[in-house]
């Protein structure tokens, strides 16, 4: 495998990996404030599905993205609803959140578009196009330099650059902030932010809104940018790969950063069979590279990766004492 071979799979790395990467940040907020929430998956299909559908109607990249983070948010207050007002099994009403996400995405796109649950194939504006940073192309021949800006660096959409500016954004607020002592404490001693006078439900639902916004982006990332639309069940497990990466990042931003892009390593080798082939000498099933993110899923999951404790308080909600 050459220089340039690998170059362009690490920029296909940094395009698989950001809706991992949004996503697990969302979960980052959720389950740093208490909340256990399996139901990324749906959040992220529910804007994917609004995205698109907006995006084709309207001829606006922008204002599908905004439709879905508009739908993710919907479906992160119905999440706080049963689990923060009504104080049900979170982990439950995430998994619900995800096949009532997985039916009405399918429903909605058929009545709109009737092109079995897709909507119609999107360009020009209607989609977030790549960017080309300056010196780029002029710097693409230049030994080891050129091709690792023009093939890694450059070439992505404005979400991309978005979500790894969010990294140093969330360490920021999480560790520098009044609001992320709070949250964090939240999930750590409810009880004792509690007697400090600060609402354990107020920073909880906070907390779920941020993961709305931010599992919106990664949906409308999914249907405008990364593909151009709208497909059935097109997350494809992305909601729990992230879950994944955020066990193995231990609950920290710039760990994310890494869990994340080694996912979209995997799926990056899984679109480049003719690369493991070269490497491993023999013929490689393509069933087998697609299944390698999830493997590596289940190996995190279930401990191989070292021990890591979760927030002390995540998944039980809060009762306040009288």
């Not at 404030?33 to 559908?53: C, N, Q, V």
């Not at 990249?61 to 007002?85: N, R, V, Y």
């Not at 978005?162 to 750590?188: K, S």
């Amino acid at each position: 495998m050459d220089y340039e071979t690998l170059m362009q799979i690490f920029g296909s790395t940094v395009r698989l990996g950001t809706p991992l990467l949004l996503a697990c940040l969302a979960g980052l907020f959720s389950e740093r404030a208490g909340i256990f929430d399996i139901g990324l998956e749906g959040k992220m299909l529910a804007a994917a599905m609004a995205a698109g559908s907006v995006a084709a109607m309207s001829g606006s990249a922008w204002i599908g993205l905004l439709a879905g983070i508009g739908a993710s948010l919907i479906f992160s207050g119905l999440h706080g609803l049963a689990s923060i007002t009504f104080r049900g099994n979170q982990l439950i009403s995430g998994v619900a959140l995800n096949f009532l996400s997985s039916g009405i995405t399918v429903l909605v796109a058929q009545a709109l578009f009737g092109q079995g649950g897709r909507t119609p194939p999107l360009d020009g504006a209607a989609r977030f196009n790549p960017i080309t940073l300056p010196f780029a192309e002029s710097l693409q021949d230049v030994p080891l330099i050129g091709p690792l800006y023009y093939q890694v660096i450059s070439g992505h959409s404005i979400l991309v650059y978005a979500a790894v500016a969010f990294v140093p954004l969330t360490w920021w607020v999480l560790y520098r902030t009044r609001f992320g002592l709070r949250l964090r404490a939240v999930g750590e001693n409810p009880a004792a932010v509690d007697t400090a006078g600060v609402s354990v439900v107020g920073l909880r639902y906070a907390a779920l809104a941020i993961t709305g916004v931010l599992c919106g982006i990664a949906g409308a990332y999914m249907a405008t940018a990364l593909q151009a639309g709208f497909g059935r069940e097109m997350t494809a497990g992305r909601g729990y790969i992230a879950l994944a990466a955020l066990i193995f990042a231990k609950w920290r931003p710039w760990q994310a950063l890494g869990a994340t892009m080694l996912f979209g390593f995997f799926q990056a080798l899984a679109l480049r069979p003719d690369v493991v082939e070269s490497i491993a000498r023999f013929k490689v099933p393509v069933s087998m590279l697609d299944a390698l993110p999830y493997i590596l899923t289940v190996l995190v999951l279930a401990g191989f990766v070292g021990k890591a404790i979760p927030p002390r308080a995540g998944g039980e909600p809060y009762v306040k004492e009288r």
